[in-house]
C-alpha cells in the first residue's frame, strides 16, 4: 500500500505543506515498495477521514496528481478510493493502473451509515469509459462495517463473481491492520475460480500461514514505521517481509 496523506477538501488536509508535500511522501514510500522487490503497489487515500461514498473533486484532482508524478515504473500499480469505486476507476483508467480495490457488492452497517454500492452503475460506467482491461478487486469482508442480511461470507463471494463479475476477491479483517479470518479464506478458495487475496493482517509472523490458503496479500499497516497504518513506510519492515515471501515461493 501507498498510502497518501490527507488530501484537499478533508479535515486532516495540511494546507501549509499543500499537495507538494502529498507527492513528496509517497513518493519516498513508492521508492521503498518498489527498491525492496514487491510485485504491485496500490494507492489509497488512507488519511482522508472521515470518510464519504462520494470524492469530491478537489481529493480526485490531487490523488490523480500524486499518482501521475509518483507511480511505479517497473511494476504493476493500482487505485483504492473510500469509498467512491467510480473514482477509484476513473483515476486508475486516466492514471494507466492496472486494477482497483473497492466494496461493490452487498449492503453494510458502517462508520460512514448504511453502506450500499450499486456495482450494476459502477460496471456500466467502467464500460463507458473504455476500462474493460483494468481488473476490479471486490472487498467481500469490508473493514469498519457489519453486513446486513443472513448470507455467509462464502454465499457473498460466490454471487460477487458469478452474479457481479469480480476479477478478484478479498477478505478482510475488522479493521486496517487486523487479521483476517484463514478460515473464511479457504471455505470461499473452495468455492470460486478466480484468484482471492486476503486484505488486511498480514505481516512476518502470518505470511506463511496466508499464503498457504491465499493467492496473495494486499499488505498496508505492517510496513510502516512502528506498524502504524498512517506512518511513512519503513523499507527494513518491506525487506523482511519480501525475504520471508520469497522463500514461500
Avoid at 452497517?109 to 473504455?130: H, T
Avoid at 481488473?135 to 467481500?140: E, I, K, T
Avoid at 486496517?176 to 488486511?200: C, F, M, Q, W, Y
Avoid at 505470511?207 to 502504524?228: C, F, N, P, R, T
Wanted: hydrophobic residues 45%; proline residues 6%; charged residues 25%.
Amino acid at each position: 500500500m501507498a498510502h497518501l496523506p490527507a488530501l484537499p477538501g478533508t479535515p486532516r488536509y495540511d494546507r501549509e505543506k499543500g499537495v507538494e508535500h502529498l507527492i513528496e511522501r509517497v513518493r519516498k514510500d513508492i521508492e521503498h515498495l518498489e527498491h525492496s522487490g514487491v510485485d504491485a503497489i496500490m494507492f489509497c487515500n488512507e488519511d482522508d477521514r472521515p470518510y464519504v461514498f462520494e470524492a469530491g473533486i478537489e481529493q480526485i484532482a490531487a490523488m490523480t496528481r500524486v499518482i501521475t508524478e509518483t507511480k511505479p515504473t517497473s511494476i504493476p500499480f493500482g487505485v483504492d478510493f473510500l469509498w467512491d469505486p467510480k473514482a477509484a476507476i476513473a483515476m486508475a483508467h486516466a492514471t494507466g493502473a492496472s486494477f482497483i480495490r473497492e466494496v461493490l457488492t452487498g449492503v453494510y452497517e458502517s462508520d460512514m451509515g448504511l453502506w450500499a454500492p450499486d456495482v450494476g452503475e459502477f460496471m456500466r460506467f467502467r464500460n463507458q469509459i473504455g476500462a474493460e482491461n483494468i481488473r476490479v478487486f471486490f472487498n467481500v469482508v469490508p473493514e469498519f462495517a457489519s453486513p446486513l442480511g443472513s448470507r455467509s461470507e462464502v454465499e457473498r463471494a460466490h454471487s460477487a463473481v458469478v452474479s457481479s463479475l469480480a476479477d478478484v476477491i478479498l477478505v478482510s479483517g475488522k479493521m486496517a491492520g487486523s487479521e483476517a479470518d484463514l478460515s473464511v479464506i479457504r471455505d470461499i478458495k473452495e468455492h470460486i475460480d478466480v484468484p482471492v487475496l486476503v486484505n488486511t493482517g498480514v505481516k512476518p509472523g502470518n505470511v506463511k500461514e496466508y499464503l498457504s490458503v491465499a493467492d496473495g496479500a494486499i499488505v498496508g499497516s505492517s510496513l510502516k514505521i512502528d506498524g502504524y497504518t498512517w506512518n511513512p513506510v519503513d523499507p527494513d519492515r518491506v525487506t523482511k517481509l519480501m525475504a520471508l515471501v520469497e522463500e514461500l515461493r
